[in-house]
């Protein structure tokens, strides 16, 4: 038996669904521990693109069992959606997939609230997807959110989402100057898909519980990266949830002494979205040449996504936060092209020099990056799979990013397809 955890070490997009996706293979269950659908995992299956946003990427293999733990936040509509789209492709889940009953429901006067805050000039903009993602946990923490549990009630769910729509009314009016739709269309629509969420929702604290003691491998699946964790990261620019490790534990409900090993994804240069600072972003050719190579543009909104070079600091950081043991390097191949690789080591500050994040937000957005170079390899490494094959300059750019983090990588992804990937080593 092991428990695993995956954790994005950067800002979200390194690519996790794949691995998570290569992982589950040895994994008896995998589960999803916090977010909401502003994340897309993007995997390959069977020459097809799927981008997931609530289902757990392990949903791809036979026999799996795939949770949806209360730590995520669930639009009903947008997860129906996406099983629409998995039965399309053949995919049979319906004994396969569990939804806490502790989750709290994304309503549309969340979505409301969250596009109303973000276009409104008055306001810190935080770059969000405007998927309600942020008030919806913050009803939760306010303690007036609406759970997966309130549905098997009518009565009690009329009730209780009045309430808090009225409330809700007054406010986004005063604030925002915006209407919400009428209360009834909002009941009407959660109850006719009421019958359908309730076949998959189940108390998956005492499931997994269960599938642990019976000896199975757990793998839990993050989702954004540690830098948008709401806690430690770029804050305020970050997400509403503990997207590093920790959330494993209270968005599953599995203690940390259960918790057997972390493995850190991480990209081979950097990317963010939205706002915040963001140290090593290349705003030249170089830059444009990373998103255009990588593809950075985001699964969920086609947003271009920020690019830069790899930052160092930021991975350790990461491996500090997370108790990562074990990497994987992701999109490799995106650097083929280059003459020159840089990384980050340190962030400058008039005569200081950080070797860690430093908190505020000011300091950081105006520290420049001091970075050591690499040769480039200037060869075509996509669909590799093996570590002897690669260019030399591309073994030892990996060899010396393992050296710089003192943690050694477990695989190396040079493509997105399954195949296209280098092991190094076993996750259980």
Not at 88 to 111: K, M, Q, W
Request: aromatic share 8%.
């Amino acid at each position: 038996m092991s428990v695993a955890v995956v954790a994005g070490m950067q800002w979200g997009d390194e690519g996790k669904g794949k691995i998570v996706d290569l992982l589950a293979e040895k994994a008896d269950v995998v589960a999803r521990y916090q977010g909401g659908h502003n994340a897309g995992h993007t995997i390959f299956y069977r020459g097809k693109q799927f981008v997931l946003h609530l289902i757990p990427s392990g949903i791809f293999h036979e026999n799996k069992l795939c949770v949806i733990g209360n730590g995520v936040v669930i639009d009903p509509q947008a997860l129906i959606q996406e099983m629409d789209l998995l039965r399309e492709a053949g995919l049979d889940f319906e004994d396969r997939l569990v939804i806490s009953d502790r989750a709290n429901i994304i309503l549309p006067y969340h979505c409301t609230s969250d596009k109303s805050r973000e276009s409104g000039g008055k306001f810190q903009k935080i770059g969000t997807t405007g998927r309600g993602i942020g008030p919806s946990y913050a009803d939760k923490i306010a303690r007036v959110g609406i759970r997966m549990c309130d549905l098997k009630n009518e009565t009690w769910l009329k009730e209780i989402l009045r309430a808090t729509y009225d409330e809700k009314k007054v406010i986004i009016r005063s604030l925002y100057n915006h209407d919400l739709p009428p209360f009834d269309a909002v009941f009407t629509e959660l109850m006719e898909v009421r019958d359908t969420l309730l076949r998959f929702v189940g108390d998956t604290h005492v499931l997994l519980q269960e599938q642990i003691r019976s000896g199975k491998n757990i793998l839990c699946e993050g989702a954004q990266g540690t830098m948008l964790d709401v806690d430690h990261g770029t804050y305020p620019f970050v997400t509403s949830s503990n997207a590093s490790a920790g959330g494993a534990c209270t968005g599953l409900g599995i203690p940390p002494t259960q918790i057997d090993r972390v493995v850190g994804v991480i990209k081979a240069y950097t990317t963010r979205v939205g706002e915040g600072p963001f140290p090593t972003e290349l705003k030249d050719g170089c830059g444009e040449m990373l998103r255009e190579q990588g593809h950075e543009f985001g699964a969920t909104t086609g947003r271009p996504r920020r690019c830069g070079w790899f930052d160092a600091v930021v991975a350790r950081y990461a491996i500090r936060l997370n108790g990562i043991d074990a990497m994987v390097l992701t999109k490799i191949d995106v650097l083929d092209k280059f003459d020159t690789i840089r990384v980050c080591t340190g962030y400058r500050d008039g005569d200081r020099v950080y070797q860690d994040v430093p908190a505020d937000p000011h300091i950081l957005e105006r520290c420049q990056p001091v970075y050591i170079e690499f040769k480039g390899w200037k060869e075509n490494t996509i669909g590799i799979d093996s570590i002897d094959k690669l260019p030399a300059n591309a073994g030892k750019y990996i060899e010396e990013l393992s050296r710089l983090l003192e943690v050694p990588f477990l695989m190396v992804s040079t493509g997105p397809e399954r195949e296209q990937t280098i092991r190094l080593g076993s996750l259980f």
